[in-house]
C-alpha cells in the first residue's frame, strides 16, 4: 500500500493538499539529450550534454472505503471502531466493524480537485516513499471507471518537471548631466 501525497499553492496563496488511498504503480524518469556531433577535448564535456525535464507517472486509486484512514478530503468525517458479538453454528464471535461518523466522498471531491489544478495549471509537488519533487505540472489526468470501480476512483496522473528561472534585479546608477556652458 503505497500512498502519495500532492500539495500546492493556489493564485490566492491558499495550500492544498490531497492524498491518492493506494499507488499501484510509480515511475520517475530522469533523461538528457547528448549531442550528436563530435565533442572536443578541453572544453568542459557537460556543456554538451542539456537536461531535459523529469517525469513521474502514477497510476492509483482514490477510495470512499479507504483501508487507512486519510488525511485529506475528509471534511471531519472520522473512523471508529464497535466491537460486536456475532452467534454461529460454532458459538459466539467477537467482531470489529469499523465504520465512519458520517458520509464521505472523496472520489468526487479529489476528481474536482485534480480537474481543477490540470485546467489552472497549477504546479505541485509530489511526495512518495522515495522522493520529494517540487514543481511539476500534471500533464495528463486519466479516469477509468467500469462495472469494477464502485465507489473508487482509479486514475492515471502523469507529471512533468517544471524549470523555474529567477529573475535577478540591480540597482541602475543615476544619470549625471553634464552642465554646457
Not at 1 to 19: H, N, P, Q, V, Y
Not at 48 to 62: D, K, M, Q
Not at 68 to 95: D, E, F
Not at 109 to 135: F, H, M
Request: charged fraction near 20%; hydrophobic fraction near 45%.
Amino acid at each position: 500500500l503505497m500512498k502519495t501525497l500532492i500539495e500546492w499553492e493556489d493564485s490566492t496563496g491558499a495550500t492544498g493538499a490531497l492524498e491518492i488511498d493506494a499507488t499501484k504503480t510509480r515511475g520517475f524518469e530522469l533523461a538528457a539529450e547528448v549531442t550528436e556531433f563530435p565533442v572536443e577535448s578541453g572544453p568542459a564535456v557537460t556543456d554538451h550534454i542539456r537536461p531535459v525535464n523529469g517525469t513521474l507517472a502514477i497510476e492509483g486509486v482514490i477510495s470512499n472505503t479507504p483501508i487507512a484512514l486519510p488525511a485529506t478530503q475528509m471534511n471531519g468525517v472520522t473512523q471508529g471502531a464497535t466491537t460486536v458479538q456475532v452467534k454461529g453454528s460454532g458459538g459466539a464471535v467477537k467482531v470489529t466493524l469499523y465504520q465512519w461518523s458520517g458520509p464521505i466522498d472523496r472520489r468526487r471531491a479529489c476528481d474536482a480537485i485534480i480537474a481543477g489544478l490540470v485546467a489552472a495549471g497549477t504546479p505541485v509537488r509530489v511526495t512518495t516513499s522515495l522522493r520529494t519533487i517540487e514543481n511539476l505540472a500534471i500533464s495528463r489526468y486519466k479516469v477509468d471507471e467500469n462495472a469494477t470501480t464502485g465507489d473508487a476512483l482509479p486514475l492515471v496522473l502523469e507529471f512533468k518537471a517544471l524549470r523555474v528561472a529567477t529573475v535577478a534585479r540591480a540597482a541602475v546608477p543615476a544619470v549625471r548631466r553634464l552642465q554646457v556652458p
